[in-house]
């Protein structure tokens, strides 16, 4: 089920994009999972190529009930979340709203650090793009099985 590919850039970086023969469905998605104005996201396409990944090593039996599980989908975005400053810093430069993000977490934090704002901005913009997949994953799945 894999949707992406690896290339690399002019740059040399090696970087995720969708196959051409990707579904529409799943280049929707990927569009979903970019905040406004950011598209295209190197990070967000490697994200979210680990969320359909994640989901795919799920038993075929459970992927109906996998893409509702509300611990999965949590525990499935925070194992997203980058632990590196480095990492985080990279993010933050790459996703300009993110910096938004992480001055509400500061001034709703109660007495809350810097990087940890800033990895709670993170996985709330994960939690989103985890749960985005799984509703297409989901919809996808049910149309198949009646078809």
């Known amino acids: 089920m894999t949707y992406f590919t690896t ?3 002019h740059s040399g970086d090696e970087i995720v994009v969708l196959k051409e023969d990707a579904p529409v469905w799943v280049a929707d998605t990927v569009r ?9 996201n190197d990070w967000v ?3 979210v190529a680990r969320i359909f990944d994640a989901f795919d090593l799920v038993v075929e039996a ?3 009930r996998t893409y509702r599980n509300a611990v999965f989908l949590a525990e499935l975005a925070e194992s997203l979340v980058d632990i590196y400053t ?3 810093i990279e993010w933050l430069g790459s996703v ?3 910096v938004a993000w992480v001055d509400e977490a500061l001034d709703n934090g109660g007495g809350m ?3 940890e704002a800033v990895t709670l901005a993170q996985h709330n913009m994960l939690a989103g793009m ?7 994953l989901y919809v996808d799945h049910r149309e198949a099985a009646t078809s």
Do not use: M, N, W
Not at 33 to 40: A, E, K, N
Not at 130 to 136: D, H, P, Y
């Open 7 to 9: 290339t690399t850039k």
């Open 32 to 40: 979903e999972c970019h905040p406004d104005g950011i598209l295209p």
């Open 45 to 47: 396409y490697e994200k």
């Open 62 to 64: 459970a992927r109906d």
């Open 86 to 88: 480095h990492e985080q």
């Open 96 to 98: 300009p709203v993110a």
């Open 113 to 115: 650090s810097f990087s």
């Open 130 to 136: 985890v749960e985005s997949v799984a509703a297409a």
